[in-house]
């Protein structure tokens, strides 16, 4: 019985200190601005092998997609479905509006979003 708990107590150090190691390798990553940078060519390559097929491309992932008109494009190659119209005005209720509606077509897919809103100004 003493065995068992002592092998326990070990499962539970062991898992915790890889836990521990795992965030902290995490947040390291996350704040290298090569790594950051990387992910951003990297995304914005992928976003541009699809809107190419609709005659478009993104060259600023927060400038590009901050009115939400070529993040619903994006969706709507992706996913093969037409999405709500966008608006197509130039104020920053049109802009939220249309961010809006790409967020609820991907909830409406199963998508669970976490912390993740319209109102970002730019903000990955």
């Known amino acids: 019985m003493q065995n068992q708990t002592m092998q326990s107590q070990m499962m539970q ?4 200190d890889y836990t521990i190691q795992d965030d902290e390798w995490d947040r390291d990553l996350l704040l290298d601005p090569a790594w950051e940078k990387q992910q951003r060519k990297t995304f914005t390559a992928w976003c541009n092998s699809h809107l190419r097929k609709a ?3 993104i060259e600023n992932i927060e400038e590009d997609f901050r009115n ?3 993040l619903m494009l994006l969706l709507e190659v992706i996913s093969g479905e037409r999405l709500p119209k966008p608006d197509r ?3 920053r209720f049109h802009k939220i509006a249309n961010v809006n509606k790409a967020l609820d077509y991907i909830t409406s897919k199963g998508v669970k979003l976490v912390s993740i809103g319209a109102e970002a100004e730019g903000t990955l």
């Open 89 to 91: 005005g130039k104020m």
């Open 68 to 70: 939400g008109l070529k």
């Open 55 to 57: 005659g478009t491309g």
């Open 13 to 16: 150090t062991s898992n915790n």
